[in-house]
C-alpha cells in the first residue's frame, strides 16, 4: 500500500469534512423546530395587534450601547477566529458559529444525559436558554411587523433596525450560552478533546472529525 487513497475514498473524506456532514440533523431539526414556533407565536402576535400606534420615545433605540455590543461581538469573533486556525490550521473546515448544532456537539449532549449528575442539572438551563434564541428569533421576525413591536425597542423604531440590533444580543447570547455548555458537557468518547471557542468540543471517532 503506497498511502494515497482511491477517488472514492478521497471523496468521502471531503463529504465527511464539508460543513453539512458536520452538523447533526437532530439539533439543526430542534432549532428550525423552535425557529418556526416563534414565527407563529409572532404572526399571532402581529394579527391581534393595537390599532393604536404608540409615540416613539427618544432614546429607546440605543444605538450607542448597540455598537459597542457589536464591537465586543467583532472582537470575540476575531479571538475565537484566531484560537480556532491555531488549534485546527486555517481552512480546516471545522464547525466554529455553527459548532453547536454539531454532531459531536450531539454526542456529548447524549453523554451527559444519558448519565445524571450534576453536569446534565447544569446543563438544562443553559439548554433552556440556547432553545429560548432560536425561539425568539423566529417571534421577531413576524411579530416586529407590529409597528409598536418595534417602536420603542433597540435598534428602532424601523424594523430592519431592530432586527438588526435584536439578534446581535439573541447570537451574543446564545454564544455565551453555548461556550459554558462547552465547559458542563461530559466528553462523548475517549477522542473527544478540549472545547472549540464556539461553543461545542470536537470529536474524533475512526478518522472521521468534527
Known amino acids: 500500500m503506497t498511502g494515497t487513497h482511491s477517488a472514492p475514498e478521497a471523496k468521502t473524506a471531503r463529504n465527511q469534512s464539508g460543513i453539512t456532514w458536520?452538523?447533526?440533523?437532530?439539533?439543526?431539526?430542534?432549532?428550525?423546530?423552535?425557529a418556526a414556533a416563534g414565527i407563529g407565536v409572532g404572526l399571532v402576535t402581529y394579527l391581534h395587534r393595537s390599532p393604536i400606534r404608540e409615540a416613539h420615545v427618544a432614546g429607546t433605540s440605543a444605538w450607542v450601547q448597540q455598537l459597542i455590543l457589536a464591537i465586543a461581538a467583532?472582537?470575540?469573533?476575531?479571538?475565537?477566529?484566531?484560537?480556532?486556525?491555531?488549534?485546527?490550521?486555517?481552512?480546516?473546515?471545522r464547525l466554529l458559529l455553527l459548532a453547536p448544532l454539531g454532531r459531536s456537539a450531539a454526542a456529548r449532549l447524549?453523554?451527559?444525559?444519558?448519565q445524571p449528575t450534576w453536569r446534565s442539572a447544569a446543563a438544562l438551563p443553559l439548554l433552556a436558554l440556547i432553545a429560548y434564541g432560536f425561539w425568539r428569533i423566529g417571534d421577531q421576525v413576524t411579530g416586529g411587523l407590529d409597528p409598536n413591536f418595534t417602536v420603542n425597542a433597540w435598534g428602532g423604531p424601523t424594523y430592519p433596525g431592530a432586527m438588526a440590533c435584536h439578534y446581535l444580543d439573541v447570537a451574543l447570547g446564545m454564544a455565551v450560552s453555548a461556550w459554558l455548555l462547552d465547559k458542563v458537557l461530559r466528553p462523548a468518547t475517549s477522542g473527544v478533546s478540549a472545547g472549540s471557542p464556539a461553543g461545542a468540543a470536537t470529536v474524533t471517532t475512526a478518522g472521521t472529525t468534527d
Open 22 to 34: 458536520q452538523l447533526s440533523p437532530s439539533l439543526c431539526a430542534a432549532a428550525a423546530c423552535l
Open 74 to 93: 467583532g472582537v470575540l469573533y476575531g479571538v475565537a477566529r484566531w484560537r480556532h486556525d491555531r488549534r485546527f490550521g486555517r481552512g480546516a473546515g
Open 110 to 114: 447524549g453523554a451527559t444525559m444519558r
